[in-house]
């Protein structure tokens, strides 16, 4: 028979688990408040040591932000050595006899053998990464997982993150630091990865490029989930009678997924999508850790799917092939017409010393050819008032419809908005110039609002370097 536990685990905490543990431990009678005060009276000790050796000896004293700082780099070690234990009893009643300072070093041998684990993933994690032009995925694993490998310190950091990590994934336990955190945050990105290479390359980078058309967004800079998008796009495949390694949805599949689903309750739906996964699985072979991990998606898969079903929007869940079409607009705002910081300078200050609006304008339209160019112009504030409206008045729809994917970029993404609504509804501007393009285009007739209106959404994001 198995003892049972006298700890309760639903009281232990993940950051703080050796604290929760003492906690507990004191609580179920396992330990004492002398055997309490003696373990963390050996951590102090502890302390002392590492501040002598933060401060090369020089000091035994340091700021209680440092010292705090430090003692939580402490703790992070002992918990990684109490987390090593597969039942807390067993830990408390290890911590009640053991010398606090072997802890303490072995807890740090764990966080070190951790590090070297991750460092090899991050290897693996570049060197299969995927080919796709998403903004925070590569940025991530180009920047700053890298930044994290420099500059996570064992001894004095162990606790903390040392890095910016944008790019989300599908399942993350943020409960986690460290080490420990970007260690399961590499496992998970690596199982999310090897899912998205059983798919062919452009049909991944064709479902992002319906992906973003669908939700009318720029998706190269979005955040947003690579593998929950192909993982949902590949069950509505198997739904749709496709084999289980296509992502693309046509129009005829996805009028049949619609009325699937419209028919079905929510009962239906989940079953559905329940042996879908299960045909996936088995058809690509996933092993175990991938299959759980896939598991834990699909109840939000399902009521993202149940919702949808009774809102009429499938269509924002379901991605679906969408025809190009030809294009007749020719950009001629380009990044490689980009003037340098000096000619940009210098011409700002001809615009200031102009002394008639008219002069400014044409000074701006004779020398201005990049989008980043205008951006950087208009952020100059070297325009006063109604120097704007001058400039503006110069701009054809087209021009007009690039200011407006700008300026109100999140209310275009909107599906329930209107353009002409858009630019009515009195939007607050973030700087002077934006304020008096909003002003600007108040100003203008309902027919020509709608002649800008059809340029937005003729203007593919691809073909616009914004920034």
């Not at 109490?82 to 830990?91: K, V």
């Not at 790019?167 to 899912?195: H, N």
């Not at 109840?299 to 092939?321: F, G, M, W």
């Not at 304020?435 to 108040?442: A, G, K, L, P, V």
Request: some cysteine; overall charge negative; hydrophobic content about 40%.
């Amino acid at each position: 028979m198995v003892a049972r536990s006298k700890i309760r685990k639903a009281n232990l905490k993940r950051n703080q688990y050796t604290i929760s543990l003492l906690n507990e431990g004191l609580r179920a009678g396992m330990l004492s408040s002398q055997e309490v005060y003696n373990i963390q009276h050996g951590l102090i000790l502890v302390l002392q040591d590492l501040i002598r050796r933060y401060t090369q000896g020089e000091s035994s004293s340091v700021t209680s932000e440092t010292a705090e700082s430090i003692m939580a780099s402490i703790l992070y070690a002992v918990d990684a050595y109490t987390l090593s234990f597969e039942q807390p009893d067993i830990a408390v009643i290890d911590l009640k006899t053991a010398d606090i300072r072997k802890v303490y070093e072995k807890g740090v041998d764990l966080v070190s053998q951790c590090f070297e684990e991750t460092k090899l993933l991050y290897k693996e994690i570049k060197r299969n990464k995927l080919d796709v032009p998403v903004d925070a995925y590569n940025m991530t694993i180009e920047e700053s997982l890298p930044v994290f490998m420099k500059k996570y310190g064992i001894i004095f950091d162990a606790h903390n993150t040392m890095a910016s990590i944008d790019y989300p994934l599908a399942i993350d336990d943020m409960r986690l630091q460290g080490v420990f955190y970007i260690r399961q945050y590499l496992e998970r990105l690596k199982m999310e990865t090897r899912f998205c290479h059983f798919f062919n390359g452009q049909d991944l980078l064709d479902l992002l490029a319906d992906f973003g058309k669908a939700c009318r967004f720029d998706y190269r800079i979005e955040l947003f989930n690579i593998f929950e998008l192909m993982l949902n796009n590949s069950v509505f495949s198997i739904l749709s009678g496709r084999d289980a390694n296509q992502v693309k949805i046509s129009a005829y599949q996805y009028n049949q997924l619609n009325r699937l689903f419209t028919h079905f309750n929510a009962s239906q739906i989940s079953s559905s999508i329940h042996e879908a996964m299960d045909r996936l699985q088995h058809d690509l072979k996933t092993d175990p850790q991938l299959t759980d991990y896939m598991n834990q998606c699909r109840d939000n898969l399902i009521q993202r799917v149940v919702n949808a079903a009774n809102h009429n929007s499938l269509e924002t869940v379901i991605i679906t092939e969408k025809e190009e079409k030809p294009k007749s607009i020719v950009l001629l705002l380009s990044e490689a017409d980009r003037m340098s910081d000096v000619r940009l300078r210098l011409l700002v200050e001809e615009i200031m010393q102009c002394e008639k609006k008219e002069d400014k304008v044409q000074l701006i339209r004779s020398n201005f050819f990049s989008l980043h160019d205008y951006l950087d112009l208009l952020d100059s504030n070297c325009l006063f008032e109604d120097e704007y409206e001058a400039l503006f008045e110069t701009f054809g729809d087209m021009e007009l419809a690039i200011f407006a994917k700008i300026v109100f970029y999140e209310e275009l993404r909107s599906d329930f908005l209107d353009f002409e609504t858009i630019v009515l509804s009195g939007k607050e501007a973030e700087t002077e110039w934006r304020m008096h393009y909003i002003e600007f285009m108040q100003s203008l007739s309902k027919d020509r609002i709608g002649s800008i209106e059809n340029f937005i959404y003729d203007i593919d994001y691809e073909e616009i370097n914004f920034y």
